[in-house]
């Protein structure tokens, strides 16, 4: 028994850290084929490994045989022995369906991207890989609606018949709609969208300086990363609360008389949608935080507002937009088709952009090798479609490389949801 004590921890030890790096491992090498797949337009396809089962029978046996002393005496010798078997049994299951759907081909969120960012991932890495375009501000634009927009803010109209000769039928919008209408119009007149895509070549540049402009003012420590927070009010009449229910309003609400009218007026904080500065927004005025309001309205969940503003750090290129995410799906297609057909280059920064520390700035977000034969300096490297890829781990941008695929192994693992399993083929394997 003394035996089995000692054996069970070290061989509990040694397994957990053999079936750890088995599964990591896989899954790196899952990644880096799958970018081999994008690159040549094939199928992207993962499958995971949702449980490892493994049994340990510790056995230990005791005995004696005669001493080898011929006739002389009768003595014994005593015998221990003890052997340790392992059976693991592994369930692989493919990734499809739902599963599917919500881990690759769903953009990621938004705070996703924040709780990275407070992680120490450089901002620039961030985007160029989690990004596909950034939609910039432009404040010279004329605000005017001609008089369709005008039109439009009043009622949707409807025609019937292929000529359309029957009257229109008009269905009226509140006040609230039509302020909707008439602010995505205008954001829409106002807006440039620049793609993250190589092949674009204007875009491209914009958006790797608008990145490059961000990561200048992170490494100042003065890029803030937060939700904003609104104050959204109500007035109801005193006499519809009654004492219970204004005990209950006051769990969740400020509540403040107004004897003038007789009512209650009720105030709640909301948190908003992510907002990246170069300024604490917790000290914007009720004004600029409706305006901030504005342009994070209407709030979508993979969308990514910021604002620059000027007299902060990175101020003498004040800019505004948002950046549009994308999903892990989209995110392979960049990094394959960049070996290929739509390789990345340089983008030097803007003139206005503050120094970047040691001038980072490489060429490629994720910089793969492929070669004909086995790298003799790669410790991950897969063969697919003949060739060999691995990472690019030479001078200048070791590190860059080194943690650009993390961020991508760990992007792989944010996916994660709890679809159901149920229907879906599987593989056991037992030893």
């Given at each position: ?74 003595l014994l010798m005593p ?44 901002v620039d890495l961030l ?143 909301i948190l908003g949608p ?158």
């Amino acid at each position: 028994m003394p035996l089995t004590g000692c054996l069970s921890p070290i061989t509990l030890n040694r397994a957990v850290i053999v079936y750890d790096e088995a599964v990591t491992r896989a899954e790196s090498e899952q990644l880096l084929i799958n970018i081999a797949r994008a690159q040549h337009h094939q199928p992207i396809h993962f499958t995971r490994v949702p449980s490892i089962a493994a049994t340990f029978d510790f056995r230990i046996n005791a005995g004696g045989t005669p001493a080898l002393t011929g006739d002389a005496g009768g003595l014994l010798m005593p015998l221990f022995g003890g052997s340790v078997a392992e059976n693991p049994t592994f369930t692989i299951v493919p990734i499809e369906g739902e599963e599917f759907t919500k881990r690759l081909l769903t953009p990621f969120h938004q705070s996703k991207l924040t709780l990275l960012l407070r992680q120490h991932f450089d901002v620039d890495l961030l985007l160029r890989m989690m990004a596909q375009e950034v939609r910039l501000q432009h404040h010279n634009s004329n605000d005017a609606l001609d008089n369709t927009h005008e039109e439009k803010e009043h009622g949707f109209r409807l025609r019937h018949g292929r000529h359309h000769k029957a009257a229109p039928h008009v269905i009226e919008l509140t006040e609230e709609q039509k302020h909707r209408v008439r602010l995505r119009s205008q954001r829409h007149q106002k807006q440039v969208a620049y793609r993250n895509s190589p092949s674009d070549m204007s875009g491209y540049e914009m958006f790797r300086r608008v990145a490059l402009h961000l990561s200048a003012i992170q490494d100042q420590r003065q890029l803030y990363v937060e939700p904003l927070t609104f104050e959204r009010s109500w007035t109801i009449p005193a006499a519809a609360v009654s004492a219970e229910g204004f005990q209950a309003l006051e769990k969740e609400f400020t509540v403040r008389y107004n004897p003038q009218d007789n009512t209650y007026t009720l105030s709640k904080q909301i948190l908003g949608p992510i907002l990246i500065t170069n300024y604490d927004p917790d000290v914007v005025c009720c004004e600029e935080r409706a305006q901030l309001y504005d342009l994070t309205s209407p709030w979508i969940a993979n969308d990514v507002a910021f604002d620059i503003r000027p007299g902060y750090a990175g101020g003498d290129w004040p800019v505004q937009g948002s950046f549009r995410l994308r999903s892990f799906h989209a995110i392979l297609n960049f990094l394959g088709h960049a070996l290929d057909e739509e390789p990345e280059y340089p983008v030097e920064k803007d003139a206005r952009t503050p120094p970047i520390t040691r001038n980072e700035n490489p060429g490629m977000t994720l910089d793969l090798k492929v070669s004909d034969t086995v790298p003799a300096d790669s410790g991950l490297s897969v063969r697919s479609h003949g060739k060999y890829y691995t990472i690019n781990t030479a001078e200048p941008y070791y590190h860059w490389n080194k943690n650009a695929f993390q961020l991508l192994y760990i992007l792989f693992r944010m996916t994660i949801t709890d679809a159901p399993s149920l229907g879906v083929p599987s593989i056991t394997i037992a030893k």
